[in-house]
């Protein structure tokens, strides 16, 4: 709840935020749209960078372990590829073809 409340004390209202919008997206067309329109100007107040601190720093451990673990499965694997089948080479070696591929996707 704290985290709430000192996060949304950081956003200002459309007059203020609009000349910023306009200068960064000068593409869009601010004035026909009548949708709520908000944002932070000051992203390095104590409140706000809590906020983006408390959002983003917990996840780190978990990719780090992610990363960590699927190392570990890759080194096991090929270390074992001498005992195994041809059948289950062709299924490690699509399984890794599409983490690849998943690793390529997530960099976009």
């Not at 932070?40 to 906020?51: E, G, P, R």
């Not at 570990?72 to 074992?80: E, F, G, Q, Y």
């Not at 059948?87 to 490690?92: L, M, P, R, S």
């Amino acid at each position: 709840m704290i985290l709430q409340v000192t996060y949304w004390t950081n956003f200002v209202d459309r007059a203020t935020i609009l000349p910023i919008a306009k200068r960064v997206y000068p593409e869009y067309n601010f004035s026909e749209e009548s949708g709520l329109l908000t944002g932070i100007t000051n992203l390095f107040s104590v409140s706000a960078m809590y906020a983006i601190l408390h959002m983003t720093v917990p996840v780190t451990p978990v990719y780090i372990a992610i990363f960590i673990l699927r190392r570990k499965i890759i080194k096991m694997l090929m270390r074992s590829r001498n005992v195994m089948s041809k059948e289950t080479k062709a299924v490690h070696a699509q399984l890794l073809k599409v983490d690849y591929f998943i690793r390529e996707q997530t960099r976009i």
